[in-house]
């Protein structure tokens, strides 16, 4: 292990409760517990240093240990509702990390479990890309969208209101190509720097560089009618995949 990748935390974050897909993060996936998928990415990476799983619930603990994920502590319930967003339960595990270990990685990569679906190589680039600007505060990846939001509504009773504006007049009726290229953020991948998390306590500050992915990767699974689709992906997608191997516990 390098020195440089020793700077680089993997940070998995699998809380043991989903009202909408429930026990997801243990969910076989092609045989293989969705988390797995996500511990795999981050330990084919030779760019990341430590693979860490924060969570709440001692069954999925122990998986993510056995798909290679260390799991040195048990995330507070606090931190595990379903209205917990990503900030806190990432400030818990830099500052537990740090207060127990005496570890201060300069750059946190966060694997989503509920998107699995990711390229060889896709953690190292976006290690590399936010390394080579400095100035950057994170890197996220992200895919264009089938909809541009420019043509898109919200309603305030009794009349539609543009979502957007701002770009010319009427944009919503303009031809899509004369309309800016928009993109939706994935969930596969975020590279943030820890001075960014803590210091400016946000998961991504303001200059945020985007890693574009091909939207067949572009899967995030978080209901029972997803599942077939991510199910077939995998296996008939003819997607090159981060596989996980060498798992041994039943799925």
């Known amino acids: 292990m390098s020195e440089e990748s020793q700077e680089v ?4 974050p699998a809380r043991g409760g989903s009202r909408s897909l429930p026990r997801k993060n243990v969910r076989p996936l092609a045989g293989r517990p969705l988390l797995a998928w996500s511990v795999a990415a981050a330990r084919a990476s030779p760019g990341v240093g430590r693979v860490v799983l924060s969570t709440d619930d001692e069954e999925i603990r122990t998986i993510g240990r056995a798909a290679g994920a260390e799991a040195p502590f048990l995330r507070p319930a606090e ?6 967003t990503d900030l806190p339960v990432f400030e818990h595990a830099l500052r537990w990390l740090e207060r127990e270990e005496g570890y201060r990685p300069s750059l946190v990569v966060q694997l989503r479990p509920t998107s699995p679906l990711r390229p060889p190589g896709l953690v190292d680039r ?8 400095p100035q950057a505060d994170s890197v996220r990846s992200v895919c264009p969208t089938l909809q541009n ?3 898109m509504w919200r309603l305030e009773e009794p009349y539609l209101r543009p979502l957007l504006e701002g770009f010319g007049a009427e944009p919503y009726n303009m031809p899509r190509q004369k309309l800016p290229p928009t993109f939706w953020q994935t969930g596969q991948l975020d590279v943030a720097r820890r001075a960014t998390i ?3 306590r946000s998961m991504t500050g303001d200059h945020i560089l985007p890693l574009i992915v091909d939207p067949a990767y ?3 699974v978080d209901s029972p009618q997803q ?3 991510l199910e077939w ?3 008939h997608g003819g997607l090159d995949l981060v596989w996980p191997e060498g798992f041994d516990v039943p799925a």
């Open 9 to 12: 935390l993997a940070l998995i």
């Open 79 to 84: 931190l595990a509702r379903d209205d917990t």
């Open 126 to 133: 976006g290690i590399q890309l936010l390394r080579a600007h």
């Open 149 to 151: 939001p420019f043509k």
């Open 198 to 200: 803590l210091g400016r």
């Open 218 to 220: 572009a899967v995030d």
């Open 227 to 229: 599942w077939p689709q």
């Open 233 to 235: 992906l995998v296996v």
